[in-house]
């Protein structure tokens, strides 16, 4: 049912954060025509918490080394924020080109099992090539056929 997820990140420098995203953090992309970039990422999960108000979302990107993550991206002179413990993860914010905050964090909640979607794939696949029976009467039709041969 559910392949993946899509996310958008909105910007004031769209094709700044979008080299930031390719060239800095080494995502794997595909040109869907013009420049426009739609960026590959690792598995993911959603969590749903409580809120006085509904449509309010965030994006956190996750690491598995929140201190190695803000020591290169001071190599790259990219402003990180100082790395807070929230107890669920160590939290920074990547300061993107076009100005935006972007959290990264270590995690250190249990994490779900990622959605196999090639079983998904060979399900539908195989449904696809799988053929019905023909009804009875058919079956009856062409066996009366066959022996009046």
Known sequence: MIIGGHSIIYSTRPDADRA????????PHVDVGGGWLIFGLPPAEVAVHPSSKNDVHEFYLMCDDVDALTAEMKKRNIACSPVQNQGWGLLTQVTLPGGGKLGIYQPRHARPKAIDTGKAKKKTAKRATKRKKPPRAALKRTRRRAANR
Request: glycine share 0%.
């Open 20 to 27: 930031f995203l390719r060239d800095v953090l080494e995502l």
